[in-house]
């Protein structure tokens, strides 16, 4: 069977803290995808990084980065120097042939930045 | 280019009264995807259509339903509303089948009274 586990369902930071949001997985399929997405208030999910099994190399965006792991099965998320804007849920995803085209998501992590 | 519009946005509706939504996903992709996000089981995977055909289902019961058009629009029905139902509906969109890079819409709202 497929799992995601996002263990931290609450996160609050004060801006400017760095902070790490973490994502263990679970699954047979060799090949297979990770994901992660934004849901700020307003309920659209919004699309931040897929990641495939075979590249591990973690990767940078601005503050944002994410740290791929096959050998612990994690895919960790961390924002540096923290705003207010990033205040939002948190979720990592999987997607594999076992389920098809769905995307199993985990259950999110609600993060709070305050000033 | 536009993203992925769903409407209605919000929606109240009646325990078994029937409801349907619709989904317009990004031009040119053809692929439609529906989840619905409630606070206990969160995101859950309902149907994936592509070129018209149900692709993919998920595990839920045959009173969620969904079809797709020629030009790739989807609605998704629940008929026989139950208070359960109550959640946020999400449709995402992709080039196509299998392609598990997915943008969503803003979802519509649905609640159960």
């Known amino acids: 069977a497929q799992k995601v586990t996002q263990a931290q369902t609450e996160i609050s930071v004060v801006e400017k803290e760095d902070v790490t949001l973490d994502c263990v997985y679970e699954?047979?399929?060799?090949?297979?995808?990770l994901f992660w997405y934004k849901q700020p208030p307003s309920g659209e999910l919004v699309f931040l990084i897929r990641?495939?099994?075979?590249?591990?190399q973690n990767e940078i965006s601005g503050r944002y980065s994410w740290n791929f792991q096959k050998s612990t099965s994690s895919f960790n998320f961390t924002i540096t120097a923290s705003q207010v804007v990033d205040s939002a849920v948190y979720f990592c995803?999987?997607?594999?042939?076992?389920?098809?085209?769905?995307?199993?998501f985990g259950k999110g992590t609600t993060l709070s930045v305050s000033s | 280019k536009a993203g992925v519009t769903q409407t209605p946005r919000y929606l109240i509706k009646t325990r078994g009264q029937q409801v349907t939504l619709s989904c317009s996903p990004i031009s040119g992709h053809r692929s439609v995807s529906w989840y619905q996000q409630t606070p206990g089981q969160g995101l859950q995977f309902l149907f994936e259509y592509f070129s018209e055909t149900q692709r993919n289902k998920g595990n839920f019961p045959g009173r969620f339903s969904g079809r797709q058009f020629s030009n790739s629009r989807s609605e998704m029905n629940v008929s026989t509303l139950e208070l359960g139902d109550s959640a946020l509906y999400l449709c995402?969109?992709?080039?196509?089948?299998?392609?598990?890079?997915?943008?969503f819409g803003q979802g519509t709202r649905l609640t159960v009274v």
């Open positions: 995803a999987l997607s594999g042939n076992q389920a098809g085209t769905a995307l199993i």
């Open positions: 990641r495939n099994s075979f590249d591990e």
């Open positions: 699954t047979r399929d060799t090949t297979y995808y």
């Open positions: 995402a969109s992709s080039p196509r089948s299998g392609d598990p890079k997915a943008f």
